[in-house]
């Protein structure tokens, strides 16, 4: 992590990165006078809370005999693992129902993985010790 | 960067994915499955309210192997493994005292709810391909559009067992990993 970027600058891009996201996603609803991609947005900020919530509990008690801890962080990864996917399939399945045209399948799942990814890259820059491997893997 | 001060064995240009690593996909993917298997199936649900051209419905027959399979999963999830391993050790060699038997009886209700689970799980299944079979397969219903929610419902069932499965290994193996740790 040898970026020299001031925190300021990364969380002006952030901003606009995730203003970006919403953008995609609102638009895909306004051009159509299609409100139902609005949920995406709900399902993929829900996403990343699971792994901010159990994260800290795992990481205070890291005596790797005690297993309550790890029950915690599977459920966690569990339900992260299941947010993200629902998000990516729920435009899929809506397309496939004739509820949304293909255009706006894309633009709001392309919105959707933008407001996770600049969500979890935000908790990345400002907890630099998390464990940042595990909530990369579905950026 | 910091990765190559720490000691390595091979000159891999990426980290070989420890024990935890693998195991912590493998909860991810069981995630990933089970939300395939509710969108599978609720695709069926929301394709048969918005656009079905036939007159055939799903209705809540359709709903009842979603819910057994996802309380099987539930309940074969939500066990404590280490009940099974304790009672089954255990079992053998006590000689009658009172601890041994307080073991064997939570191994023995362990064991019975485990069972329980896993029937919901493949009853699930099984209901499912019995509500193809029933309400499309046999009145002629074999044309694409309409018998894919028949075929969704039996491919979502079939997912949420996958990831039942999935994630049973992976809870195993680390069990056994500590289990050999403590002795």
Known sequence: MEFKVSPLTKIISLSGFLALGFLLVILSCALFHNYYPLYDILIFLLAPIPNSLFSKSSYSSSDFMSEASNNGSDLAHFLTGMLVTSGIA?????????????????????????????????????????????????? | ?????????????????????????????????????????????????????????????????????????????????????????????????????????????????LFFGFSLLAGGLSGSIVVLIIKFLVKDYTSYPTVGMGVNNVLGNVCVLLSCIILWIAQNAEDEYSYSLTL
């Open chain 1, 90 to 139: 729920l435009p899929v399945v809506f397309y496939h129902c004739d509820l949304i045209g293909s255009i706006s399948c894309t633009m709001s799942m392309l919105g959707g993985l933008i407001i996770y990814s600049s969500v979890v890259i935000f908790s990345w820059f400002f907890h630099s010790n998390w464990d940042s491997e595990e909530d990369a893997l579905f950026t």
């Open chain 2, 1 to 113: 960067m910091d990765n190559e001060r720490e000691e390595r064995l091979f000159r891999l240009p990426f980290k070989i994915p420890t024990f935890q690593g693998i195991r912590t996909l493998g909860v991810y993917l069981s995630g990933i499955f089970y939300a395939l298997g509710i969108w599978t199936f609720l695709d069926a649900v929301l394709y048969s309210k918005h656009a079905n051209a036939s007159d055939v419905h799903v209705t809540f027959i359709d709903w009842i192997p979603f819910i057994c399979s996802t309380f099987g999963m539930l309940i074969v999830s939500s066990i404590e493994k280490n009940r099974l391993l304790q009672g089954a050790l255990n079992g053998e060699s006590s000689l009658g005292s009172s601890l041994g038997n307080l073991d064997s009886r939570m191994a023995w209700q362990a064991r019975s709810v």
